[in-house]
């Protein structure tokens, strides 16, 4: 088994920050409201079935861990947030689903080598700042010939829009730190899995969100529920002009893409990609 080394200091207070961000509002009610089918959807594009053993990294709530279970696969759900994993807990048990959940990073993951069939990642493993060493992790506990699969917001999509428009109001990352949304990109994925896997298979992809009735709605809703949005408000909250101009900035963007007449939607892009380990 490959050890992951320990962080240095600095990498151990960014991850505490990362854990009380998404510890903040209620991420598992928005990925039961807002994106309940996109953990389904990965599920079935790394055609789980049952006898599998799966690995959901930065798990979350468990949106792909719970489909892939109830599938018929055995199921390790690991996050790097406590609140989450209970959360998921939970709604495992609501819908009858035998989940493992384990607190667990996704730059240094406690598993043995090639000790999983699947492993995959439903918007979660982007948020991880070091790709480099996330996307080793998961080729690490891939068995070779196994699957890895991802679903990520693409940088041109609304996820992606709305992070750019967070930038200019929270610090700046720290050195080393990427952006997620490189990780709908591509080109981006490709080169961090490189030589190590074949069959990749990549499309961009829409999920329709059809949550908000206008785009205060959102607004409220994402600065009530979603960790990084409550966290650019945090940021700013001493300075009521920042706050009504990062206030403007997410309405104008919700404006842009809400459509219909009888009904708002909002199509958000992402990225389905899906790679089998070299033996």
Partial sequence: M????????????????????????DYPAVAA????DLGAILTEACGVGPGDRVLDVAAGSGNAAIPAALAGASVVAGDLTPELLEAGRALAAQRGAE????????????????????????????????????????????????????INWTPEGFIGQMFAAMKPYVAPPPPGAQPPPLWGSEGHVR???????????????????DRFAHPGEFLDYFKANYGPTIAAYRGVAGDPERVAALDHAL????????????????EWEYLLLTARKRG
Avoid: N
């Fill in 251 to 266: 309405t104008e963007l919700a404006r842009a893409h809400l459509r219909g007449e009888d009904k708002a939607v909002m």
């Fill in 2 to 25: 490959t050890v992951p080394s320990d962080p240095p200091d600095a990498d151990r207070a960014l991850k505490a920050k990362h854990r009380a961000m998404w510890a903040q509002g």
């Fill in 99 to 150: 989940v493992e959940w384990e607190q667990a990073d996704a730059e240094a993951l406690p598993y043995a080598d090639g000790e999983f069939d699947t492993v995959m990642s439903c918007v979660g493993v982007m948020f991880a700042p070091h790709h480099q060493a996330s996307a080793d992790e998961l080729v690490r506990v891939c068995r070779p010939g196994g699957t890895i699969g991802l």
């Fill in 191 to 209: 080169a961090l899995l490189g030589d190590a896997v074949t069959e990749v298979v990549a499309r961009r992809q829409m999920v329709t969100i």
């Fill in 33 to 36: 409201e807002v994106i309940p």
